[in-house]
């Protein structure tokens, strides 16, 4: 990708032949393209704020999805799939209420979409969630529990090493079938696996 929006038109051509292979892109945490600028981060000024860059990973892709909302990029490619990976989930639902209610605003009006973003989210778009994120409960049946899975890579260090407990606790929070969903059959479907 460039310095320009994720979801700019000068990137529709990789949009189309995603779309056209039925491959998911996924978006993985970083900087918004903006901020990271060479020199701007240096090793020292990294080691410093760790904890602040941690913290607030979601940002640039929260910032990523809201493009593909300002673009139009799903009305454009309504088959093309992406997938949030390793920012966790439990603010997808402040986000899409958020660009819900900016869409039907003033605000909203030039934006070329034909549905509310929350749509889009739950037609096109998947999210990996952390295993200790208590708030999937709550965020599966809100925001679609077809749209979750879980992060499998791991241990990381912005998080303590007991994942299989924190996933085996937060999961047993679940119905049988969104459970299923959380830990296989969405990761199943969004890439196509064959098992």
């Not at 992406?82 to 439990?90: F, M």
């Not at 749209?147 to 679940?174: C, M, Q």
């Not at 459970?179 to 296989?184: D, F, H, Y």
Request: aromatic share 12%.
């Amino acid at each position: 990708m460039t310095r320009k929006p994720h979801a700019h038109p000068d990137h529709d051509v990789l949009f189309a032949k995603a779309q056209e292979l039925d491959v998911p892109l996924g978006l993985h945490v970083s900087l918004e393209p903006q901020w990271a600028w060479p020199g701007r981060y240096d090793r020292e000024y990294v080691r410093k704020q760790q904890f602040f860059l941690n913290v607030t990973a979601s940002d640039a892709l929260s910032h990523a999805l809201t493009s593909f909302m300002q673009y139009g990029t799903f009305d454009k490619f309504p088959r093309l799939k992406i997938v949030l990976l390793e920012v966790g989930a439990g603010w997808i639902g402040y986000w899409l209420d958020r660009m819900d209610a900016v869409y039907d605003s003033v605000m909203g009006r030039g934006v070329p979409l034909k549905e509310k973003p929350s749509y889009y989210f739950k037609r096109n778009v998947w999210i990996s969630a952390d295993p200790d994120e208590h708030s999937l409960p709550a965020m599966m049946p809100l925001c679609g529990e077809d749209r979750f899975f879980w992060a499998s890579d791991f241990p990381h260090p912005d998080h303590t090493g007991n994942y299989i407990e924190e996933l085996e606790e937060v999961s047993e929070k679940l119905s049988p079938s969104a459970r299923q969903k959380l830990l296989g059959d969405n990761v199943v479907r969004a890439y196509n696996c064959q098992l």
